[in-house]
C-alpha cells in the first residue's frame, strides 16, 4: 500500500503541471474526466496512436526521444487533417515505475507538446510490457478539415520537407546499409525527433485538394490517398526531396529513391492541390520557410506508377514495417 502510495506521487509529480493557459480547458487532470469547451463553428479532430516496445522501437531509442516521437506521431495526424492540436490524453503501461525514465520521457513529452501549445488534459498508468498511448485532439473550422478523398485527375502532388532520413537511419542501425557513426547520428536526429508539419497543415486547408501525413512512406501512404479519391498517380522518383546527410550516406540513386519510397517515419505531408491554386502554394511555402516539392500528378486510370529517368520503377518492397515485425 505505501509502494502504491508513493508511485502515485510519483506520476503525480511528473505529470500534473501547474495550470495549464489554455482557456478551453474548465478542468484538467485530477478528477475523473477533464471538462473541455471547443470553441463555437469548430469541428473536433481526434485521433490515436500507440507505440508498443519491440514492434515500434526498442533500447536503441533514447526515453527523451520516445516522449517527443509519441506527441510527434500523433500531432501529425491532426496536421494532416488540416486541424490546429490543442488537447492530449496518455495511457502509459509500463513493468516498473522507474524515476530517471518518467522523467526523460515526460521532458520529450511536454517540450514538444508546450511546443504547439497542446495541453496534457489525462491519463492513466498501468503496469504491463511497455506500451504508450496518446489521443490527441484539435480544431478545425467546420467544414474546413482535409480529408484523403478530394484528389482530381490533374491535380498535382506535393510532399513536404525531405523523405528518407528516418528510414535510412533504421536501416543503419540494422546494418542493412553501411554508415559512418557521423551520418548515423545526423539521420538519426530525423528518426528520433520528427517535425509534424502544423503550420502548414492548417495553411493547406483553402489550398489543397487531398493530404495525408508520411508515416508507412510515400509510396503507401499516397495510395491511400488514391483508394480514397478513387484517382491513380504518376510520381518522378527522381525529383523526390533529398537531404545532404541522407544523398552522403546512400549516393547510388535507384536504392535511395527505394528507401524514400518505401520506407517510413518521415511524418512530413504529402498532399494535392489543384493546378490554379499552385501559385497560393508557392506563396504559403515561402512565408511558412517550409520546402514543398512537386512529384507527380493525380491521373483517372487507378493504380500508382513511378518513374526514374523517365524509366518504369518497380518499388522493391511495399510498405514500412517497423523492425520488420
Ligand atoms: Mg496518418
Known amino acids: 500500500m505505501h509502494n502504491l502510495t508513493k508511485e502515485f506521487s510519483l506520476i503525480a509529480k511528473y505529470f500534473q503541471r501547474e495550470q495549464s493557459s489554455r482557456h478551453d480547458i474548465i478542468l484538467g487532470i485530477g478528477d475523473d474526466a477533464a471538462i473541455l469547451t471547443p470553441p463555437a463553428e469548430s469541428s473536433l479532430a481526434v485521433t490515436t496512436d500507440t507505440m508498443v516496445y519491440g514492434t ?86 467546420q467544414g474546413k478539415e482535409i480529408r484523403r478523398s478530394g484528389a482530381q485527375p490533374g491535380d498535382r502532388i506535393y510532399v513536404s520537407g525531405q523523405l528518407g532520413d528516418a528510414a535510412a537511419a533504421l536501416a543503419g542501425q540494422q546494418g542493412t546499409i553501411a554508415l559512418t557513426d557521423i551520418e548515423q547520428a545526423r539521420l ?16 493547406l486547408r483553402a489550398i489543397a485538394s487531398s493530404a495525408i501525413d508520411l508515416s508507412d512512406g510515400l509510396a503507401s501512404d499516397l495510395q491511400h490517398i488514391l483508394h480514397a479519391s478513387k484517382v491513380g498517380a504518376s510520381i518522378d522518383a527522381g525529383v523526390l526531396p ?75 518492397t511495399a510498405g514500412f514495417n517497423h523492425f520488420g515485425v
Open 188 to 203: 538519426n536526429k530525423r528518426l528520433f525527433y520528427p517535425t509534424p508539419q502544423v503550420a502548414l497543415g492548417q495553411a
Open 56 to 141: 515500434h522501437f526498442d533500447d536503441s531509442v533514447p526515453v527523451k526521444a520516445l516522449g517527443h516521437k509519441l506527441v510527434a506521431v500523433n500531432v501529425s495526424d491532426l496536421a494532416a487533417m488540416g486541424a490546429e492540436p490543442t488537447w492530449l490524453s496518455l495511457a502509459l503501461t509500463c513493468p516498473a515505475i522507474n524515476e530517471l525514465w518518467l522523467s526523460e520521457f515526460t521532458s520529450g513529452f511536454f517540450a514538444l507538446a508546450d511546443y504547439y501549445h497542446c495541453s496534457l488534459i489525462g491519463g492513466d498508468v498501468t503496469r504491463g510490457p511497455l506500451s504508450l498511448t496518446v489521443t490527441a485532439q484539435g480544431f478545425v473550422p
Open 242 to 316: 533529398t537531404s545532404l546527410a541522407l544523398s552522403t550516406a546512400i549516393p547510388e540513386q535507384q536504392s535511395r529513391v527505394q528507401l524514400q519510397l518505401t520506407g517510413g517515419e518521415d511524418y512530413e505531408l504529402c498532399f494535392t492541390v489543384p493546378e490554379s491554386r499552385r501559385g497560393s502554394l508557392e506563396t504559403v511555402a515561402n512565408q511558412l520557410g517550409i520546402e514543398v516539392t512537386c512529384v507527380g500528378v493525380i491521373e483517372g486510370s487507378e493504380g500508382l506508377r513511378v518513374t526514374l529517368n523517365e524509366q518504369p520503377l518497380l518499388l522493391t
